[in-house]
């Protein structure tokens, strides 16, 4: 079992979707989880970070985290055809410079 | 302000060859990790410089190398070239003072041939 699964894809929506992008984990020890977009051929760029349990929203993005399910997941209300793009969770054990684990990724396009 | 920076952004090399890659990390960031991308999947961490010593170690062989210097900036060596070396392998760079945000450079696409 990998230590950071995330649903597959690909994913098509029309604009003005609600999304929702999920991953799930084994290591409890996992205390910050991270969610990056990745367009074609870029680096990672970081959208959302967590601390723990529970909610973060920013604008239009919104993580969530619950620990007790090993289970993260990101909302993205009124997608844009901007938000095409590959969306990777990222997930370590402390924040003082651990690495990342990440999943697979999963590729987002929404429609016009 | 300058965020993370890598070069070359593409190159092609024979199987066999050595390849360096390098990073400058983002300004006021003194630790720099790298991380192969594979077509399909997700980063794999390889190593993490600090202080110019390696800290951390992914699942990588010794044909990985890096070196940190005193400016914080790095560089990934690859030996003994492989075709399954072809990635995109990045660079991510932290700050002991604030280690939560990680930040990447836009990436070395590496094909061997």
């Known amino acids: 079992q990998k230590e950071v699964e995330q649903d597959p894809g690909p994913l098509s929506v029309p604009e003005g979707a609600i999304v929702s992008l999920n991953c799930t984990y084994s290591?409890?020890?996992?205390?910050?989880f991270m969610w990056y977009r990745q367009y074609s051929r870029k680096g990672p760029e970081l959208l959302m970070y967590?601390?723990?349990?529970g909610n973060k929203e920013d604008g239009r993005f919104t993580a969530q985290v619950d620990k007790s399910s090993k289970y993260i997941s990101l909302f993205i209300r009124d997608s844009q055809p901007s938000d095409s793009a590959t969306y990777l969770c990222?997930?370590?054990?402390?924040?003082?410079?651990?690495?990342?684990?990440f999943g697979k990724g999963i590729t987002l396009s929404v429609r016009p | 302000d300058a965020g993370v920076t890598q070069s070359p952004t593409h190159l092609i090399k024979t199987r066999g060859q050595q390849v360096t890659l390098r990073c400058s990390p983002k300004?006021?960031?003194?630790?720099v990790s790298w991380y192969q991308q594979a077509l399909g999947q997700g980063p794999q961490f390889i190593f993490q410089?600090?202080?110019?010593?390696?800290?951390q170690r992914g699942n990588f062989p010794d044909r990985f190398s890096g070196h940190q210097f005193p400016n914080y900036s790095s560089e990934l060596n690859v030996n003994a070239l492989l075709l399954g070396d072809s990635a995109l392998y990045l660079c991510?760079?932290?700050?002991?003072?604030?280690?939560?945000?990680?930040?990447f450079g836009e990436g070395s696409w590496l094909t061997v041939v």
């Open positions: 300004s006021g960031h003194d630790t």
């Open positions: 410089y600090y202080e110019e010593e390696e800290r």
């Open positions: 991510a760079s932290s700050s002991t003072r604030s280690g939560n945000t990680i930040y």
């Open positions: 967590t601390y723990s349990s």
């Open positions: 990222a997930m370590m054990w402390t924040g003082a410079n651990s690495k990342l684990t």
């Open positions: 290591n409890s020890a996992f205390q910050y």
